[in-house]
């Protein structure tokens, strides 16, 4: 429907640039989600990883929820939870701007490369970030 209701505004507007700041809504509304999931006990990241070991009706899902006890993997589910929600608006926020000031080319190239930018630093800090914390976690056990 978000892309019926972007190409319907394009075409009676004549204006491309409605149909690409239609398309950073869903960016900018999933950062928005992520964060105000951590309002919740358990933030929307954990629930992401739980569903990818499976859920928890799989040996790998119920072994990945019984580390929430621990507060070093609650702690990188909340940090990693809260970068990715900011990077996602941020996102957005960007895009937003290259559209209102650039060519429309140019706005609609760059929206494929800062998300994939995004994306590609987002798994790359993930990683990071996991690994300086398990190594953490075991120095100190």
Request: net charge positive.
């Amino acid at each position: 429907s978000g892309i019926a209701v972007g190409s319907a505004l394009g075409l009676l507007t004549h204006d491309a640039r409605i149909v690409l700041l239609d398309g950073i809504v869903p960016t900018a509304a999933f950062g928005l989600i992520l964060l105000g999931s951590l309002l919740f006990e358990q933030p929307l990241f954990y629930h992401f990883g739980l569903q990818a070991h499976g859920g928890l009706t799989t040996p790998g899902g119920r072994d990945f929820a019984a580390k929430w006890q621990y507060p070093g993997f609650r702690h990188f589910m909340r940090v990693a939870n809260v970068v990715c929600g900011v990077a996602f608006v941020v996102e957005a926020g960007v895009q937003a701007v290259i559209i209102e000031t650039a060519s429309v080319g140019v706005a609609k190239v760059s929206g494929h490369v800062l998300a994939l930018a995004t994306l590609a630093g987002l798994f790359a800090w993930t990683g990071a970030f996991a690994t300086r914390s398990l190594g953490r976690a075991g120095r100190s056990a």
